[in-house]
């Protein structure tokens, strides 16, 4: 077993490590207040190919195993989260549905344009009465013609729906069908009755947009159907897996951002004459942190490891162990980082209070934290019963 970074990826992450400090981190502040990411801060990341990190080079991606990928996103995560929700979503739910299932001709079409980040690809599954339980979508896809679907419904909470170039829309041909009668639907914006509602403001996430879709006799050729009628949900669950391995990684950066901080923070404030980090209450916080971000750390690589080199079952059990555990972690080492601050931690001078927020979503989108522990659960089950271990 080889523990350190292959030489070509440690690089990698140093690049990014220096571009996200040179270019990324100093207009975190601008954008909590302003809502607005800037320009720059968006062309640096097109120039550094992190909206196809994971997207092959045939394609115009830079064509990264997941865990070249997943470094790049660790390190995203140590700046404002708007950064990680424009270029890294772009590269899992944003990207996958047309690179698992798309003709040819849909992926030269719009996989180049994703990948650079001229487009932004969003990814329309959850609706208000279906979320955790996605199969029970009622967004309908009645077929029109030889050659086209017509889409009715709404969806909700769609990550960067305002900004999006192209959708991928899951809509069922009988909701009665259940998660079979789910299938995926690629829609260019601008397409006449697919509109973007209520933009939801949320707890975090400033210079990020979450709104609603609406489809109203939205016609889309059958061509941009993916994978066939009835294989949406599946590759819903796929994308997903992609989705949830980054988000391990994500979890990963944000707190070893925040272990950085507090362990500087312990360095240098003092209180009853010494140091906080020479109270061993405080020695023993920053200890349990480092530990637990170390152990996430290795959770999330495995998963990104798995996602290259599992089988798909491997593969969906990993990431939904290193999103569970990376989005305790990071609020547990967040809170921590929050405590050691003191008043200044809570205040909005500094970024952990920004952090702590931001960081709190992991245990909802892409699958909640129960749903990551039904998949784990349901994995183990299917394994005894196959061993036929008397329980
Ligand atoms: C910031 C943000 C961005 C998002 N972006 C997107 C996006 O781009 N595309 C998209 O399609 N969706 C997106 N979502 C939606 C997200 O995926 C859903 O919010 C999530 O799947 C949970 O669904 P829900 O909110 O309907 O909660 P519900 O499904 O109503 O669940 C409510 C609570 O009950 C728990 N629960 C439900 N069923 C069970 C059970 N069987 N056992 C135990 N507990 C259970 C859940 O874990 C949760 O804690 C986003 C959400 C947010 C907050």
Known sequence: MQFALPADLDSWQQRV???????????????????EVPEAAMAGLRRMGLFGTNTPTAYGGLGLSMLGSCLAIEEIAK?????????????????????????????????????????????????ADAGSDAARLKTEARRDGPGHYVLNGSKIYITNAPEAGLFTVFATADPSLGARGVSAFVVEAGTPGLKIGRTIEMSAGRGSSHAEVILEDCRVPATNLLGGEGKGFEIAMRCLDAGRTHWGAYCVGAAQQ????????????????????????????????????????????????????????????????????GADMVQRVADATLQIFGGAGYSKDLPIERIWRETRVVRILDGTSEMMRRIVARDLFREADRRNAPL
Do not use: C
């Not at 929700?85 to 698992?100: A, D, M, Q, R, T």
């Open 17 to 35: 490590r220096q571009f996200v400090r040179e270019e990324l981190q100093p207009h975190d502040a601008t954008i909590e207040a302003s809502g």
């Open 79 to 127: 700046a404002h989260t708007a950064f990680y929700y424009l270029s890294g979503v772009n590269v899992h739910i944003g990207s996958k549905p047309i690179e698992f299932e798309g003709s040819e001709a849909l992926k030269r079409r719009w996989l180049p344009e994703l990948a650079s980040g001229r487009t932004i690809g969003a990814f329309a599954l959850t609706e």
């Open 258 to 325: 925040l272990l950085d901080l507090a362990v500087a923070r312990a360095s240098s404030r003092e209180t009853f004459g010494r140091r906080l980090r020479e109270h061993q209450g405080i020695e023993w916080m920053l200890a349990d942190m480092a530990a637990a971000v170390h152990g996430a750390r290795l959770v999330a690589y495995e998963a990104a490891w798995r996602y290259d080199h599992g089988t798909p079952g491997e593969r969906t059990r990993a990431a939904a162990m290193s999103k569970l555990i």
